[in-house]
């Protein structure tokens, strides 16, 4: 299993990126995957999940009606699209899924948000 995550960067406050997660070594279109992040000092959290077949969505309270979490099954690769940016976004972002019972992560992209 392997998971490559790109697309982070420096951002202002209200600003957008998209994420991205390339997928491979299983079999993606079967899987929930999901988006986590770690703001320094913090504990990792759960940002939003969806589900493999029929792309049913969940997101933290924190960041639901700005951010949008989706998938091409057909290029192995998960999306997360952030909008309406916070400097309280500023993160190291991960994208995970659980195969066998073993969770992976991919390395993380990091997305600053500061003016």
């Known amino acids: 299993v392997q998971l490559v995550e790109s697309g982070g960067g420096l951002v202002q406050p209200g600003g957008s990126l998209r994420l991205s997660c390339a997928a491979s070594?299983?079999?993606?279109?079967?899987?929930?995957m999901s988006w986590y992040r770690q703001a320094p000092g913090k504990e990792r959290e759960l940002v939003a999940l969806?589900?493999?077949?029929?792309?049913?969505?969940n997101y933290a309270d924190s960041v639901k009606g700005r951010f949008t979490i989706s998938r091409d099954n057909a290029q192995n690769t998960l999306f997360l699209q952030m909008n309406s940016l916070k400097v309280e976004d500023t993160a190291v972002y991960y994208c995970?899924?659980?195969?066998?019972?073993?969770?992976?992560w991919g390395q993380g992209t990091q997305v600053a948000v500061s003016s």
């Open positions: 995970t899924v659980m195969v066998s019972g073993v969770r992976y």
């Open positions: 070594g299983f079999a993606f279109s079967r899987y929930v």
């Open positions: 969806i589900s493999s077949a029929s792309g049913t969505t």
